[in-house]
């Protein structure tokens, strides 16, 4: 089990961007807006829509007159929520300069390939490509081969990035197809932690939002909404390492985290919270960890 702790991304980090910011007009303190006119923010990076005819009112200090709609699109990769997303056709690349990372994670991406470099004093110090094409069903028929899509994750992690405190960081995504939608739904840079091993038992399924009521007539209406990961698992850790692992998770409690179970599944991959921990001083040198984790949407 590894988790992820984020690097808040500021704007002094973000040094470039393929993906536009011009959602909307910026706002502009003399113009007069209108019910229903939208803008950007460029000092928060977000969206706003007019509640009420309004001039020289920061969106950003009046919910009254202001509605806060998202991030913008340039940002929507850094802004450590689910279901906001960065895209762009054909590719999507950002330079960032985050400061000592030593990993890299890519989540609810729509991509055929990620490429992650990190240059140093000019020089090249590490690039790697990795794929989003985990395949299919087995082709055992013609019709298989022609109608079957050809399976693809969402999510992508770069664990073996090299530290470097003044390192740039490029991460470009891109399509086969130039004529496609690149999307990022989050983007974390950060550095890993080493909790212990996960058993085997894992529990993984999903938070699911949506409203399903059924009527007096029995008939069933569904409301689809969002859904979130969660999962359950015990790690097994050397009992030296009790009373760090603690403390850091109690100072993680209000703090959104990639949590890896297993780097082979994506399903033990997981940016949300721990719901609760449990720790069992088993015997003198290894004990267990229990963490229930939950996603966010």
């Given at each position: 089990?590894?988790?992820?702790?984020?690097?808040?991304?500021?704007?002094?980090?973000?040094?470039?961007?393929?993906?536009?910011e011009t959602d909307h007009?910026?706002?502009?303190?003399?113009?007069?807006?209108?019910?229903?006119?939208?803008?950007?923010?460029?000092?928060?990076?977000?969206r706003y829509e007019a509640l009420a005819a309004s001039t020289g009112i920061n969106p950003a200090s009046d919910?009254?007159?202001?509605?806060?709609?998202?991030?913008?699109?340039?940002?929507?990769?850094?802004?450590?929520?689910?279901?906001?997303?960065?895209?762009?056709?054909?590719?999507?690349?950002?330079?960032?300069?985050?400061?000592?990372?030593d990993a890299v994670a890519l989540i609810d991406t729509t991509a055929e390939s990620a490429t992650v470099t990190v240059t140093a004093a000019s020089v090249v110090v590490y690039s790697q490509t990795l794929s989003f094409n985990v395949g299919g069903?087995?082709?055992?028929?013609?019709?298989?081969?022609?109608?079957?899509?050809?399976?693809?994750?969402?999510?992508?992690?770069f664990l073996d990035v090299?530290?470097?405190?003044?390192?740039?960081?490029?991460?470009?995504?891109a399509r086969d197809n130039p004529a496609d939608s690149v999307s990022c739904g989050t983007l974390i840079v950060g550095r890993q932690m080493t909790l212990g091993d996960t058993?085997?038992?894992?529990?993984?399924?999903?938070?699911?939002?949506?409203?399903?009521?059924?009527?007096?007539?029995?008939?069933?209406?569904?409301?689809?909404?969002?859904?979130?990961?969660?999962?359950?698992?015990?790690?097994?850790?050397?009992t030296e390492q009790i009373d760090d692992i603690y403390r850091t998770l109690a100072q993680l409690r209000a703090t959104p985290v990639l949590w890896i179970g297993s780097e082979g599944f994506e399903s033990l991959s997981v940016y949300g919270f721990y719901k609760e921990f449990s720790i069992d001083l088993a015997y003198p040198t290894v004990s267990y960890c229990s963490l229930t984790i939950e996603g966010l949407t």
């Open positions: 089990m590894k988790l992820i702790r984020p690097t808040a991304i500021a704007d002094a980090m973000l040094t470039s961007s393929t993906a536009p007009a910026a706002w502009a303190a003399g113009t007069a807006y209108v019910t229903g006119n939208r803008v950007i923010l460029t000092s928060t990076h977000r919910p009254t007159k202001w509605l806060d709609i998202g991030p913008t699109n340039r940002w929507a990769m850094f802004d450590a929520r689910v279901g906001t997303a960065t895209s762009r056709t054909g590719s999507v690349s950002a330079v960032l300069v985050p400061g000592g990372i069903i087995p082709i055992d028929d013609w019709f298989v081969w022609f109608f079957e899509p050809i399976g693809l994750k969402s999510s992508v992690l090299p530290v470097y405190d003044a390192g740039v960081v490029t991460v470009t995504l058993e085997h038992g894992a529990d993984i399924g999903i938070l699911d939002y949506s409203r399903k009521e059924t009527d007096q007539f029995g008939v069933t209406s569904v409301v689809e909404r969002a859904w979130a990961k969660r999962m359950t698992a015990r790690v097994v850790m050397d």
